[in-house]
């Protein structure tokens, strides 16, 4: 594996979530076009299967780093232990879990809020801080349609995730006018681990490379917030204008 001590820094991309299928499918895509990848997830070994995959691939400097979003005490070491600060900085970790269980289970919620609101929030904004130091940057966090209507098949998870995209808008309005771009992503339904099992209708379910794209371009056009098959804004749109008195009867 290369190491990335001398990779630009602007086009340095850290991907929070090294091994997620989103995740894996966006790091190939920025060394794709040249991007340097620093990889930071729980399982290093998995980490470094795929740090050599898009070195063999791509021939881009690759690393890879420990990080566990439920750690938040180690936030501010890992972020200064990087081999230099990156340009870009995704956040894809999340965890689905179970809504039944979270129901009954006070430590199993915790663990949904924990690891779709608190870390991810807390270790981008920690990351803004020092790219409003830089005076450069773009924060990309990749959130969900689920976040956009509280609803009883996964509302604990749906509403962690509201809480992310009510804090990258807020950290967007902070960091606006001052170099740093904060880019919100909601997937839809995606073919991955995290959804494996899952009927999911074809016509609105993604591939982990779609969304992957969308992720780059989201970077490039310095989008906001990006739904990644559009035919989601319009679903979204019309299940939050459903009145809450109609809502609450609904099976959706
Ligand atoms: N798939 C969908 O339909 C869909 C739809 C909307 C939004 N999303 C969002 O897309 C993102 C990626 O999900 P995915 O579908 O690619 O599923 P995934 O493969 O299950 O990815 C989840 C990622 O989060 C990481 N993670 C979980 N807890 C962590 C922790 N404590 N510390 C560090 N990393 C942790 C996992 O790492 P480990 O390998 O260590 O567990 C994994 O890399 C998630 O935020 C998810 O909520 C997915």
């Known amino acids: 594996m290369m190491n990335s001590t001398t990779a630009r820094t602007d086009k340095t991309l850290l991907l929070l979530g090294g091994t997620s299928d989103i995740g894996r499918a966006t790091a190939k895509a920025f060394a794709a ?25 791509h021939g881009v400097p690759v690393t890879t780093h ?11 070491a890992f972020a200064d232990g990087l081999p230099c600060l990156p ?33 991810p929030t807390l270790i981008l904004g920690l990351f803004a801080t020092r790219f409003l130091a830089r005076g450069t940057g773009t924060i990309v966090g990749v959130s969900s349609v689920a976040g956009d209507r509280g609803r009883a098949s ?6 962690a995730k509201a809480g992310l995209t009510a804090f990258l808008s807020g950290l967007r309005n902070r960091t606006a006018k001052r170099g740093v771009h ?9 073919e991955t681990a995290m959804t494996r099992g899952m009927p999911l209708p074809k016509p609105v379910t993604a591939e982990p490379q779609e969304v992957a794209d969308a992720i780059v371009a989201a970077v490039e056009r310095a989008r906001d917030v990006i739904y990644v098959r559009r035919i989601w804004r319009v ?6 204008h459903i009145p809450e008195a109609l809502f609450k009867r609904m099976k959706i």
């Not at 930071?40 to 898009?54: F, K, N, S, Y």
């Not at 420990?66 to 501010?76: G, W």
């Open 154 to 159: 996964n509302y604990v998870y749906g509403s």
């Open 235 to 240: 679903i979204m749109l019309c299940i939050r």
């Open 182 to 190: 904060v880019v919100t992503v909601k997937p839809g339904f995606v």
């Open 33 to 57: 076009r040249g991007w340097s990848v620093q990889l930071a997830g729980r399982d290093l070994d998995a980490l470094g299967r795929e740090a050599a995959d898009i070195v063999a691939r």
């Open 87 to 119: 340009g870009v900085v995704v956040s894809v970790v999340g965890r689905l879990g179970q809504q039944a269980l979270a129901e009954t289970d006070l430590d199993h919620a915790t663990l949904i809020m924990r690891s779709n609101y608190e870390g």
């Open 66 to 76: 420990a990080f566990d979003v439920l750690d938040t005490a180690a936030f501010a």
